[in-house]
RNA sequence: GCACGGGUAGCUCAGUGGUAGAGCGGCUGUUUUACACGCAGUUGGUCAGGGGUUCAAAUCCCUUCCCGUGUACCA
């Protein structure tokens, strides 16, 4: 036992504790333990990324899940990692290079450098998140870091595409794809967010071709690509165009004859009805193009201008700056019947923030495997999603599934294992589509291993989606000997924003590639925002940095103070304020624990002789336990952490210790002392046991303080098994615990009152009063000591006799009238007042509980104790209230 | 449009049918030898609005309004 510095300073311990753990081995994972298994996969964070509020909720989460695992006799497996996050790295990268003077691209650096640079860079400054991670506490088995581009997890990737390629399920294809024109790749469905805009909507005559006095009129927000236009559809049960059809108007830029066709697609009501059809630039007018044999005209370049030189007044110019521009010729030509404002809805890349582009191209898609089985799974609660309505957003997600572009033009990632044979290189690149068959035949090959001879063979130069490498992380991440024992994993931890880029794709892989589901349970986070309710963002600059708040408030605080308000519901509002309550708790907590080391040893002799604060404080001690226990079992960590505060800060050292300080002064009874200092070290080992898997540093540090350590072989806290609850009350009868437990709610209860009392008679509370009990609750000769303790009174004076003199301010209590005699400070006039006050209110309620008892229908239909519970309410106003009487009679 | 989540004290949030709660903030007092990152007291609510079910509704049902998220889209 020894002196510490009264504030906790959390920086130097947090640092201490966390290099010890790695030294005994503590977060490593045995596959050879005899111990039940639990396991969690991180999300692997992008290994470009920095810490942000997200990554503390859901570590902190993850380890709290696999702490509390460790305590419970666990082998715990939480695997760490980080993903090669191919778009974002790539750019990070190019970013570097544009520095540079003069600047550079990847293509002028070529792929296998440019490659070689990124790895370098992820050399360099990759593992700044894991560095983070460890900071903040997270029990990973570090030994087990993994990376989505290591050797065998490359293997791994590419053995999935092939089987998935053979099986028929991977093919590749010209299709409509979302087009990114900044990044210049391809992009999923998932990776495109529909995005409210303003624009316009443009209503354009297009002249007949037989008549030029006579037009249709198209509506249009993308005039840029009018020379891409091949037709104008109208609805076949349009009347009003039906004499139209097989006729030919011109297009109004680039000016050529186009037909007028009939297709189902078009909506009469909408705009004028006529649609002009541009299969190069529009999903759906692809299709209308493909269903009536329509010719495709490109007018855009891949970075999104306009390449059309048969239109020289918009040739090369931006496509944003086209649609203006087009839109001047149209009037100038005297072409535009009207324009006005228009919300639609754009599709922007969710990489480069830019509005994609409908593009045809060729891509490799993978028709997803076991959709059955991964819908089934979460149906039937095989796998068990928590919040429970995440559910549905998934099955909604699956019944719609649609074919997953899985081809990158990116050099950064697991580069496609596709090679084409080289004196049919040509043909290959136009074929409309390649699959398994084309391989049979020996046109392409497709494997995990280069073919045996490379010279004939040219391999494609596409990378796959990020994503597609990590939908194998749960396994791919493990060797045979981890998955026998650890997979399918317990725990997902993640948010929401990713059920359907990485939640749902592993829960098919799991079932494809490893013959099992993934993992049991995924628990899906909050979301972090900020008091506004914006998300957090770099942009916005309303993301604070994990790291300053854990210079300021610890990160043990940091941790408390997010579980505190992370609810269960779909985001939570993040306010600093919060953690700094966590940093209070952790100074309370140390503080209470300081004041521990300042008693000394407890003895054994004399026996300790405990009292009913003991006995209560050990009864809610056992009540903590269970209240974690369950709040975790639903990943309720909010509740947990709420639970954890108020026993600590308001049950223990708010009511007990200040009830059994007392007890340590000196010539003090030695038997009492010896049943406080017992209690308090209880308290202590199961409390700072519970709070552990929360705030992991601190009770690891104070757990040796406490040299509690040393009676655990100076294991640390952290892989100390959980105490029992059932050792807290052995030896008493639920009698005498029930009984203790009324007294000392009574006990807390009278002190409240006596401390309104005093602060209605402006007594400051370290004013040292006189009470006199007349008592009513036969308690032990401890009990009135502890209330002059508690209210800040020199004594209590037990006295069942007792006349109060005129004008005593009184107050009834559970444990009896208390009196508050105030020598040559009576004021009669005062103490009715006050006593009147506290009749109308307890009146009040006397005559609402009596209405309630007074309806037949309550006391009949109401269960029978429901309707005892109110009986008894109102006996003890009724009580009250005779008291109170009693006491304002004596006044006059 | 459809689906989901939410609306409770000034703020952040608990509270799944039986006396409306916590923390912060505000105000008042207090430097009492664990803690001023503290202690004590106090203030503050038509539980978004309306209707219904029930002996009893913040809680269950219907409906309207507002906020958020996802998803589908017609130029």
Redo the contacts with the bound molecule.
Sequence with gaps: MRELP???EPAEVEEKWQRRWLKDGCFHADPHSEKPAYSIVIPPPNVTGVLHMGHVLNNTIQDILARRARQEGKEVLWLPGTDHAGIATQARVEKELAKETPPRTRFDVGREEFVNMVWQWKEKHGGIIIKQLKKLGCSCDWERERFTMDPGYAAEVARVFTELFNEGLIYRGLRMVNWDPVLLTALS??EV??TPSKSK?YTIRYRLEEDSSRYLLV????PETIMADVAVAVNPKDSRYADLLGKKVIRPLVETPIPIIADE???I???T?A??ITPAHD??DFEVGVRNGLQIIDVLTPDGHINCPDCPELHGMDRFEARDRSIEIIREKGLLEKEEPYD??VGVSQRSDVPIEPRLSMQWFLKYPCVNEAMKSVEEGEIVFRPA?WA??YA??LE?IQDWCISRQLWWGHRIPVWYRKNMATELKEAVKLDAQDAEAGRIYVGAEPPADPENWVQDEDALDTWFSSWLWPFATMDSECRTKFYPTTDLVTG??II?FWVSRMIMAGYRFAGQKPFSNVFFTSIVRD?Q?R?MSKSLGNSPDPLDLIDRYGSDGLRFGLMR?A???????F?E??IE?G??F???LY??V??RL?QGEAGTTPAPRFSAVHIDILDKLKQLHADVATGLGKYEF??CV?ALY?FF??EY??LF??AV?NDLREGADPAVRNATLHTIDTVLRHYLTLLSPFMPHITEELWQSLGFAARHEEKPLMITPLPSPDSLLQGLSDEEVSKARVIAAALYEAA?RV??LK?EYNL???KNVRLVLKPTLPTATDIPNRLALLS?AKAVETCPGYEAPKGTPASVTPLGELFLPLEGLVDVDAERTRIAKELEKITK?IARSEAKLG?E??VQ???AD?VQ?EQD?LRDWKEKEAHLLAMQSALS
């Design positions: 009264k504030a906790y469905d998932e967010i529909m909507l509506a249009t927000t993308r697609h078009v909506e009501g909408f705009g009805g649609l002009k999903r759906v639609n809805n309505h549905k957003t909604h997600w719609g929401p924003d359907f008091l309710g998300k308000i609810p269960t519901g779909t985001d939570v509002k306010d304020k919060q309550e940093k209070n952790a100074n309370k503080n209470a300081r004041f300042m909010n509740a709420q108020a800060w308001n050292c708010s210790l200040e300080k409240n401390r309104n602060a400051s509370t370290n800040g309620e309806n229908s309550f239909r109401a269960p429901v519970q309410r």
